[in-house]
């Protein structure tokens, strides 16, 4: 009975061994998954709080143009403002029309930068796990543009 419980023990020793032998072979590659989502998540964080103040911003100026609209519709204020002559001397649309369109050209940067982020972190992660070959830069400019449009291409 004693040596089936030394058996027992023995074995049971064993499979544990085989056990954390196999956890600490998997860890790695769970600590790298972990790391790599971890940087995703930062990456979406700055990229979000990038956006932050540009998008407070122009929902501003859709909301002052829908209480502007209010105005118009109760006949208190108009769209353009004219001089007595019937020349127009101020516009409050086109005024927050171009409000937006500066934001906007804010947020387009803004995508642009981080998809360049997002590429090169997903390059610099993910590259060094897959097999080596010579990759166009062409095909990665490519990726690029399906992400955030051309980078390079003035507006």
């Known amino acids: 009975m004693g040596e089936s419980i030394n058996a ?20 790695p590659r769970q600590g790298w998954g972990w ?5 995703l998540r930062e990456l979406d964080r700055a990229y979000q709080s990038s956006r932050y103040k540009s998008d407070a911003e122009l929902a501003d100026i859709h909301e002052r143009a829908s209480r502007h609209q209010r105005l118009v519709d109760e006949g208190k204020a108009v769209w353009t403002e004219e001089d007595e002559e019937g020349y127009p001397v101020y516009d409050y ?8 369109f500066d ?12 998809a360049i982020s997002l590429h090169h972190y997903i390059e610099t992660k993910i590259g060094p796990q897959l097999p080596k070959r010579n990759m166009n830069m062409s095909l990665r400019w490519n990726g690029l543009r399906l992400l955030a449009g051309n980078p390079m291409k003035s507006h």
Request: charged share 30%.
């Open 8 to 27: 027992i023990q023995h074995w049971e020793n064993d499979c544990m061994g085989k056990i954390e032998e196999l956890g600490k072979a998997k860890l």
């Open 35 to 39: 790391r790599y989502g971890f940087g």
């Open 93 to 100: 649309g086109e005024h927050l029309g171009e409000q937006a």
């Open 103 to 114: 934001e906007e050209r804010v947020l387009n940067l803004v995508r642009g930068a981080f």
